[in-house]
């Protein structure tokens, strides 16, 4: 089926309920077959204050509105303790530490890529390319795309609005489908015909017609602005509420996925236990557990990676929010996952050991990484893994 007939479908599908009976006979993943999700947060997120190194001084010196209590059993907003010296955000109490404790959840610190640019076009397009930085030969090529190709009967979609460039540049159609809801506008032009004629051959007609004029104009860049940032991916909450249909596909037809949520550019007031930030992650944890409920006994088939493309600066700026950064912390998450732990490299967290004074170094090379992982859930060879990701040294961090 190619992408124009899955379109097709998928309209049909939406007239006609039950949504999503039609692909069924199409596709069918096997039971007990591997799964991936590639969850991409775009806006790079500020890992500090989603695995935060409690043990730091430095961090609790560098953050003086945004830092999290240590923890306290009698504290509710203090932070999760996982180990002697990280802990987590305590917005994911309900949501993802359940999966923690069963050891279906595990971190890896100090992960990220080689591109220095802190750009995050430039550095989303690299990681979506899977090549090396600097070294990149297709602008059109992505690793999930050539993932998909050295697999055969292995059914791969994308949950976002167009086709990322992850999945792009591939010898075969991949479909997509939105997560996104359609942005209502401010007035419709038979909304704004109206109240400009309320406000006809009156005193106020001149203000009232800037007054509209202003405000579709206003409501528009917003839009442009926060679409841009986001390059069209669904925020959080879009995510949460459209889990169970992820995972009804994912489950019956599909193994390998790709889905982004944007909204995590926080430079300006981006809280601790409340705000932005922690109104992101609170979503995301109920999408992610939802997602493993509902995926039922294939989630021990599942391996769900959440990857930005870079961390934030750790010290707090003067508008209470971070900056762009570098080194961040990737999740990885399954019902079979070795999880439970902090994994990889590692370094303390203090002044000396940041970037360029600014950031987390990045010890875990986003390609190594994933190369190991895809290695051991699908059995490549070191050839077909160098196809996925050009140069890089695929790294088995026990994970699976």
């Not at 080689?114 to 690299?126: A, K, L």
């Not at 999930?144 to 792009?168: C, E, W």
Request: net charge neutral.
């Amino acid at each position: 089926m190619n992408r124009r007939e899955f379109l097709l479908a998928a309209a049909t599908a939406a007239v006609a309920a039950p949504a999503l009976s039609f692909s069924g006979k199409l596709f069918a993943a096997p039971a007990g077959a591997p799964r991936f999700l590639l969850v991409f947060l775009r806006g790079g997120y500020d890992c500090n204050n989603l695995l935060i190194p409690h043990s730091s001084d430095f961090y609790y010196e560098s953050r003086p509105t945004l830092s999290i209590a240590k923890p306290d059993p009698y504290n509710q907003n203090s932070v999760i303790g996982l180990d002697s010296e990280w802990g987590l955000n305590p917005a994911l109490r309900d949501s993802l530490y359940p999966l923690w404790q069963k050891r279906q959840l595990a971190f890896v610190p100090f992960a990220g890529t080689d591109d220095m640019s802190r750009s995050h076009f430039e550095t989303q397009d690299n990681i979506e390319s899977g090549e090396p930085s600097n070294q990149r030969s297709d602008f059109r090529s992505g690793f999930m795309a050539r993932l998909s190709g050295q697999m055969a009967k292995v059914p791969s979609i994308a949950f976002t609005d167009a086709l990322p460039l992850s999945f792009q540049g591939g010898n075969h159609d991949i479909p997509n489908i939105s997560l996104r809801g359609n942005t209502k506008p401010v007035f419709d032009d038979r909304q704004a015909s109206i109240l400009a004629g309320m406000y006809q051959n009156t005193s106020l007609a001149a203000a009232a017609s800037d007054g509209l004029e202003l405000r579709q104009t206003v409501s528009k860049e917003l839009q442009d602005e926060m679409m841009n940032a986001n390059r069209g991916a669904a925020n959080s909450k879009n995510f949460a509420d459209e889990t169970h249909r992820i995972a009804t596909m994912m489950r019956d037809q599909y193994r390998l996925g790709f889905v982004d949520i944007g909204g995590w550019d926080t430079h300006v007031n981006q809280g601790s236990t409340t705000g932005q930030l922690a109104n992101n992650l609170t979503n995301l944890g109920k999408g992610l557990a939802a997602y493993a409920d509902a995926l039922g006994d294939e989630w021990d088939n599942t391996v769900v990676v959440v990857i930005s493309e870079f961390g934030r600066t750790f010290r707090e700026n003067g508008n209470k929010g971070t900056d762009h950064g570098h080194g961040t912390v990737h999740w990885v998450l399954g019902g079979k996952v070795n999880g439970g732990r902090i994994a990889g490299p590692q370094v303390a967290v203090n002044a000396q050991n940041l970037l360029q004074n600014r950031d987390y170094p990045v010890l875990t090379n986003y390609r190594d990484l994933l190369g190991g992982l895809f290695g051991k859930t699908w059995g490549l060879s070191g050839s077909q893994l160098q196809n996925v990701f050009p140069g890089a040294r695929p790294k088995d961090l026990q994970l699976v």
